[in-house]
């Protein structure tokens, strides 16, 4: 995740370090759970604090960067 961003950052005073739209406390993954919900990009550009759309989409960019990794996410299987 060596790319420049210009929308993301993550400092270790604002929300534990988590990845947040600069000058906010959303942080991406907040965005991915509002998404998942069922909320439209333009329900959260909407939304109080606005956020602009390329805001949102380096966040999308960032998080699908971030998954990228080499790492196996243990998923339980749904029938219990």
Do not use: C, N, W
């Not at 947040?20 to 939304?47: C, H, M, N, P």
């Amino acid at each position: 995740m060596g790319e420049k961003r210009k929308y993301i950052v993550s400092d270790p005073s604002i929300m534990m370090g988590k990845p947040v739209i600069t000058g906010t406390r959303i942080t991406v993954e907040l965005i991915l759970e509002k998404l998942a919900a069922g909320e439209t990009i333009d329900q959260i550009v909407e939304s109080p604090p606005r956020l602009s759309r390329d805001a949102i989409h380096e966040a999308l960019s960032f998080a699908a960067e971030a998954l990228k990794a080499d790492v196996i996410y243990p998923i339980s299987d749904a029938r219990g």
